[in-house]
């Protein structure tokens, strides 16, 4: 009997459970996916919100502000590169100027520190590249950028340690509530890897969040799957921007940004388009020519023959428009983290302590733990090592001296340590999330072929079997006519 | 830190020639960094034939092509280190490599001969719509799993892009046994060899559509299908009431190879935008002085012959330069690509100091038939005719190459005092405006 189970694997999920891994409680993930990290949290724009942009007195603006100052901790407990780089909302007229001063006034409401409004000159020297037409920017040292993937997995590697239990391929197929008696009340989740019970049920469950809380018979909410589509270029272009560069936001978001990533590449994007299939990741030519024209006007420079790829995420839209925080009405011991739309990401550190605090509220009883251990070593990135460090690397394990992704250069040892470590990789992407391996210009032209070949070896299967992405996503087909041979015994 | 004359970035052709021939030329401290397994480079998973028609005068293979080079580079007892992947070079030629045997190296080297090769264009800087699932290679990477790791990337395949390793590869899946569907090519015309498209595709029946380009990828997790359309002739756009599905579980990507120049631009070397490639002159010497580069790592050829050949003349020179620091000095003269030509390379020819023969090598912008490619000399005022060829047929696929001798050269120009200083001579090639000329 767990105390509680906490439905998805993504940034919101990992969060509470690293949260309540603090203290003394049986906790588990259930992810539907092979991996973690594989719905909204991993294509998004990777920004830590400074907060001016939610109303003032939602659970948004609050948890954006509150969660903007954790960041700094959260990623150095976690040993993840986090950067305060700043942000800018672009005006091009004087319309627009004034609604720069709405906004200002918004964040000062919200408590945001250190935010101003920069003249056109002022905006240059932040922003060499920014276009001609920009006329003034609200400008916030405290925005930062962060690699979504590395920070999921690393939270979820530190809950790991501390004790929660995670389980992949687990969709939620069925929830039945135990009966209550005595007071005491509790779930029985029935999944393809296995039934869970539980006193306590987290829906963390981004997009399917609605559909899981249809399934256990909470009060109804529902989520509408918000396309953005993103393109993203090559380290050479990445000096293009310094900061998060916005633009005056509208009804649908905050419009198309140009920014640096953590990893120094260029993102541009998204788009904004309400649909209605949860799984519809597909990039559309109408969305890339609206976000390279959207990014066109604030930086006109940048080289569309420098793309590395083009992706689109979902947001998970809640009707409510506020995130989804609460202990359910219906339904006694179900809480929920739902709707964790932008600005999501910089508000997790925030949501799972509110979380953690619901539950108390709901009878979970959370003694603090004394080992608890809230640092987490980081995968070895063997090119960031000064010479000496590298020399000495490879001289304790040779896995280190061979290169395998030349683009972002991942050496052999850290795709082991990726795959060996708690909740590894198990696939391709897996890989290329923890350790950047086919994530640079080549998109694993390269290193694909070797990456199958580690997979395969450390995980002892064979070759056909490794996935991109887990399920059925074979990466190869299999052996050719006359490889037969090697089968029965090989040459003589 | 250790020392050698010359350091070979690359054992592909170019970097196996340009050893071979700087051996020859005398030097005898040569080492060849390889990041692979085995010397050869691509040739090795190229297991089709027609290689060497040119070099050789015969018909081989592109592990027998390799083999031929790796074993003259064997016999000479040239140093060679697998498996190593070179991280830095700097402009005074320091080079850090590292494996795993010896980890971190560093390595000083008296001349540099970049042969890095290139690599293969992607769907992601193609911007194709649709889903992200398993199943989509590009070319190479399939022809390694198929002839190198021995597995099959699908068995239902479209290939995108005509070029000489889609068709190679449409021709060698289905000899294992995979249904090639068809071959999309965005261009009016193929960019590969006449020769590939009719031993790889017509002899297999497999159809290939010209000004047709990929809309859409299916699948969730393999590829399903992909949507295709007709495209505009003129701006290279989709036509939407031509779009039409097809199934498949594999979608293989020919759509252009990228040379790989990000040690050369580590070394601060200067990179033609339109090759891709290093600017050098007519002994394969890049802007950075030491560092000399052949092969594709200047610009994509599309026969393994002109690699040689040229890495020949950039073994040999880095060779000179090893062995006698003598500077003398030249004019400059810059190489132009003039009307539908794409470019020129080398791009810088010191007249004075090139040897008694140089072959440019050039690309067409279009297909022209029975046409005169002209080469004039001089400044831009006073271009004077120097040479002219007529070709029966050129295509943007097919490298054309000329070979000028010093004298054409120098008769062209004055030799005045003013040696080493940029004088503004240009060398233009291009193709005479149809009508211009009546005679022959």
């Given amino acids: ?492 | 830190m250790v020392g050698y004359d010359i350091v070979v970035i690359g054992s592909g052709p170019a970097g196996l020639a340009a050893a071979a021939s700087a051996y020859k030329e005398g030097v005898k401290s040569i080492l060849i960094i390889e990041r692979d397994r085995e010397l050869g480079g691509i040739l090795q998973q190229c297991i089709h034939n027609g290689f060497g028609l040119f070099y050789f005068t015969q018909d081989l293979t592109g592990p027998e092509y390799a083999t031929r080079f790796i074993e003259k580079v064997k016999e000479n007892g040239i140093s060679y280190k697998l498996n190593t992947m070179v991280l830095d070079i700097t402009s005074e030629r320091k080079i850090i490599a590292i494996n795993k045997e010896e980890g971190l190296l560093e390595i000083q080297a008296k001349a540099v001969i970049l042969a890095m090769g290139c690599r293969e264009r992607t769907r992601g800087s193609i911007n194709i719509s649709g889903t992200r699932p398993a199943g989509i290679f590009t070319a190479g990477m399939a022809q390694r799993f198929v002839n190198m790791e021995g597995y099959m990337p699908g068995k239902e395949v479209v290939i995108l892009g005509s070029g000489d390793i889609g068709l190679i590869m449409a021709r060698r899946l289905t000899l294992e046994g995979a249904n090639v569907k068809m071959v999309l090519e965005l261009l009016p015309y193929s960019s590969g060899l006449t020769r590939n498209i009719v031993q790889c595709l017509q002899d297999y029946n497999i159809p290939l559509y010209f000004n047709h380009t990929i809309t859409k990828i299916y699948g969730r997790d393999r590829v399903t299908g992909i949507s295709f359309a007709e495209v505009d002739i003129k701006d290279k756009r989709p036509i939407a009431e031509t779009e039409k599905e097809v199934a498949c579980d594999t979608l293989l990507l020919a759509v252009g190879l990228i040379p790989e120049n990000e040690l050369s631009k580590k070394a601060g070397i200067e990179i033609d935008p339109i090759t891709n490639g290093p600017v050098v002159n007519d002994r394969m010497e890049t802007s950075v002085e030491g560092i000399f580069a052949s092969g594709n790592v200047v610009h994509v050829h599309d026969l393994v012959d002109n690699v040689s050949k040229e890495s020949e003349v950039a073994g040999r020179n880095a060779a000179k330069y090893v062995l006698s620091h003598k500077k003398f000095p030249s004019i400059k003269v810059k190489t132009v690509a003039g009307h539908g030509v794409l470019y020129v390379v080398p791009q810088i020819i010191h007249p004075q100091k090139m040897e008694e023969e140089i072959t440019l090598y050039l690309r067409v912008k279009d297909i022209f038939k029975d046409q005169r490619l002209m080469i004039t000399i001089g400044t831009e005022q006073n271009p004077k005719p120097i040479h002219s060829i007529k070709r029966l047929i050129m295509a943007p696929g097919e490298m054309q190459s000329i070979n000028l001798k010093r004298e054409q050269i120098l008769k062209g120009i004055h030799v005045n005092d003013a040696a080493g200083i940029d004088t503004g001579l240009k060398l233009t090639v291009y193709i005479e405006a149809k009508g211009e000329r009546k005679d022959e």
């Fill in chain 1, 1 to 492: 009997m767990y105390d509680v189970v906490i439905i998805g694997g993504g940034i919101t999920g990992c969060s509470i459970a690293r949260e309540l891994s603090r203290y003394h409680l049986k906790v588990c993930v259930l992810e539907k996916e092979a991996d973690l990290c594989c719905g909204t949290s991993k294509a998004n724009s990777a920004i830590v919100h400074a907060g001016y942009d939610a109303k003032p007195g939602t659970l948004k603006a609050k948890l954006n502000v509150e969660g903007n100052v954790m960041y700094s901790r959260v990623c150095k407990e976690l040993a993840v590169p986090f950067k305060r780089v700043g942000s800018v909302v672009v005006a091009f007229s004087e319309e627009e100027v004034a609604d720069l001063k709405v906004l200002y006034e918004r964040g000062l409401k919200n408590g945001v520190s250190e935010i101003s409004i920069v003249n056109q000159e002022e905006l240059r020297a932040l922003e060499p590249n920014i276009s001609t037409q920009a006329v003034a920017a609200l400008y916030t040292k405290t925005a930062g950028i962060v690699c979504p993937f590395t920070l999921t997995i690393a939270t979820a590697e530190n809950a790991y340690t501390n004790g929660v239990n995670f389980f992949f391929n687990a969709e939620v197929k069925e929830v039945r509530v135990l009966a209550a008696h005595n007071g005491r009340f509790g779930f029985l989740l029935k999944t393809r890897v296995g039934s869970f019970e539980s006193k306590y049920i987290v829906n963390a469950a981004g997009l399917y969040a609605d559909l899981i809380n249809q399934k256990i018979g909470g009060e109804p909410f529902s989520l509408i799957p918000r396309k953005g589509e993103y393109c993203i270029f090559d380290k050479d272009q990445g000096y293009l921007a310094k900061t998060v560069i916005f633009q005056v936001p509208t009804k649908m978001g905050k419009g198309i940004l140009v920014s640096p990533t953590i990893d120094g590449n260029l993102l541009i994007g998204p788009t904004a388009q309400n649909i209605e299939d949860k799984q519809d990741t597909t990039t559309t030519e109408q969305g890339i020519q609206e976000i390279i024209t959207g990014a066109k006007k604030s930086v006109p420079s940048f080289a569309m023959q420098k793309t590395i790829t083009s992706f689109a995420g979902l947001r998970s839209v809640p009707n409510t428009e506020d995130f989804i925080i609460s202990a359910d009405k219906r339904v006694k011991g179900l809480v929920h983290a739902a709707g964790i739309e932008s600005p999501g990401l910089t508000s997790v550190p925030a949501i799972a302590k509110m979380v953690r605090e619901i539950l108390e509220e709901e009878g979970l009883r959370c003694k603090r733990k004394r080992n608890f251990h809230p640092y987490r070593q980081p995968i070895i990135r063997f090119s960031e090592l000064s010479p000496e460090k590298q020399r000495r690397l490879v001289r304790q394990n040779p896995n280190y001296g061979r290169v395998i992704c030349r683009c972002e250069t991942i050496t052999e040892g850290e795709i082991i340590e990726a795959i060996q470590r708690p909740l590894g990789a198990r696939d391709l992407d897996g890989v290329k999330r923890r350790t950047r391996a086919g994530m640079g210009r080549c998109q694993g032209g390269f290193c694909g072929p070797r990456v199958i070949e580690i997979l395969a070896r450390e995980l002892k299967i064979p070759l056909n079997q490794v996935t991109k992405c887990g399920r059925a996503s074979y990466a190869l087909d299999g052996k050719t006519k006359d490889s037969g041979l090697e089968e029965k015994g090989g040459w003589q």
